[in-house]
Structures are given as structure tokens and as C-alpha cells.
């Protein structure tokens, strides 16, 4: 069945640290990728996404690439803060009618001062 | 602009009774999505409505479980009997027409004893 699963639970970086998230689908039917942070005790806040005709894409501080031959998205984030210590979540969305988006099961980045 | 907004914030049942849950999207979106996160989970797909009708209804458990969005009001998630198994942070996400991406609403915490 369809999956988004994630390399690495857990990440632990230095402030000032680049970061990198990675994530694995398995639909390669997908056609648009989104990551969300999501804080304790809050829902998923919306950081960046791709479609499937990008390679890759950029915003404050966060690059998000794709790689469609090997099924693989991962989130770059430059000198990492520890305001960014959240949990990550990869999340595609399938194709066809149904708009549902699929989530990985998260990543926790912790940002050591 | 408010957000999507959910509520309660935290519910406490006992098994047995009933829990509705209520999401009112954010303004100018017509698509409500509903997903369970256990804890150290990602987010579970649970339906997807748009006004009076049920788009995608696969993530949803066969018994006790049901949604609506009318025409006037929020969306409400209904769980009839609870049982312990179903605590859990239910979210709500809704997205404007034509548009892939979905904001959150913060999320209720039920809590079933």
C-alpha cells in the first residue's frame, strides 16, 4: 500500500548547524510534496512544498529536493535555531481526485544550543 | 483571518459516551480534512468533505465514527461509544478550491477513562 516513511527518528544538531531531513515515499504516482513542523502541543505548521515537475525549491532558510528516480525528499535547513526544534513530517499527495495528503511518521530535530 | 479553528482543545470522556469534535475552516475554504495522530505518531488520513458531502471517507474506522459538514456551521466529527483506544489529538485542516495545500487548526486531545 502507500507509505511515507522517514530515514531517521531522531536528529540532533548544533545551533548554527545545517540540517537535513530525509524521507522515503513509496507512490510514485505522488504529485506534490509537503513538509510540516509541527511543535509540542500545536498542529502541523506548513514550511515548504514541491511539485513533481521540480527537483527542487527554496525558501527562508529551507530547501526542499526531490529526487522522483529513487523516491526521495528531504528538507535542508541552514543555520539551524533552536526555535526549529519541532518534529518533521514529509507528506505526499497521491494523484488523482481524492485531495488527502499521506504523512510520514516524523522526524524530531533537536537543536543543541 | 482566524484560521482554522478547533474545538474543544482537550475533551475528557468516559467509555461509552459520545465525543463531537468541531472544526470551522478558515475563511473562503470549502475542503475540511480530518486526521488522528497518536502519541509519537504521524498524522492518520481519517475523510475528506467538502460542503454536504463526503469526498473520501477511506481513512475512517466502519463503526462509531462519522463526519458532516453542512451547509451552515462547522465540520463535526462524531465518535459514538468511545473506547480507550481512541485517545488520541484529532486535527482538522481545510484548503481552498483548486489548491493543494491544507492549513491545521491546532487540534482536540481526546482523552477517553
Known amino acids: 500500500g502507500e507509505s511515507v516513511g522517514l530515514h531517521l527518528p531522531t536528529l540532533s544538531v548544533q545551533e548554527g548547524d545545517n540540517s537535513i531531513i530525509n524521507c522515503a515515499y513509496s507512490?510514485?504516482?505522488?504529485?506534490?510534496f509537503i513538509w510540516y513542523k509541527q511543535e509540542s502541543g500545536k498542529g502541523p505548521q506548513f514550511i515548504i512544498d514541491?511539485?513533481?515537475?521540480?527537483d527542487k525549491r527554496q525558501g527562508q532558510r529551507v530547501t526542499v529536493l526531490l529526487n522522483k528516480t529513487v523516491k526521495h525528499l528531504s528538507l535542508q535547513i541552514a543555520a539551524t535555531q533552536p526555535g526549529d526544534s519541532a518534529v518533521y513530517f514529509c507528506?505526499?499527495?497521491?494523484?488523482?481526485?481524492?485531495?488527502?495528503?499521506?504523512f510520514g511518521t516524523g522526524t524530531l530535530l533537536a537543536v543543541q544550543p | 483571518n482566524a484560521g482554522v479553528m478547533q474545538n474543544p482543545r482537550h475533551l475528557v470522556r468516559r467509555r461509552g459516551q459520545e465525543a463531537r469534535l468541531r472544526c470551522s475552516p478558515m475563511k473562503g475554504h470549502s475542503h475540511v480534512y480530518w486526521y488522528r495522530q497518536l502519541p509519537e505518531e504521524g498524522l492518520k488520513f481519517m475523510v475528506y468533505l467538502q460542503k454536504e458531502n463526503i469526498i473520501d471517507e477511506s481513512g475512517m474506522p466502519k463503526e462509531r465514527f462519522s463526519a458532516e459538514f453542512p451547509k451552515e456551521g462547522p465540520s463535526i466529527l462524531r465518535i459514538q461509544q468511545v473506547v480507550r483506544g481512541d485517545s488520541a489529538a484529532y486535527f482538522c485542516?481545510?484548503?481552498?478550491?483548486?489548491?493543494?495545500?491544507?492549513?491545521f487548526g491546532s487540534g482536540t486531545r481526546l482523552t477517553v477513562v
Open positions: 507528506a505526499e499527495k497521491g494523484g488523482g481526485a481524492t485531495n488527502k495528503l499521506i
Open positions: 507512490n510514485s504516482a505522488s504529485d506534490y
Open positions: 485542516a481545510s484548503s481552498p478550491p483548486g489548491r493543494n495545500g491544507y492549513t
Open positions: 514541491i511539485r513533481s515537475n521540480m
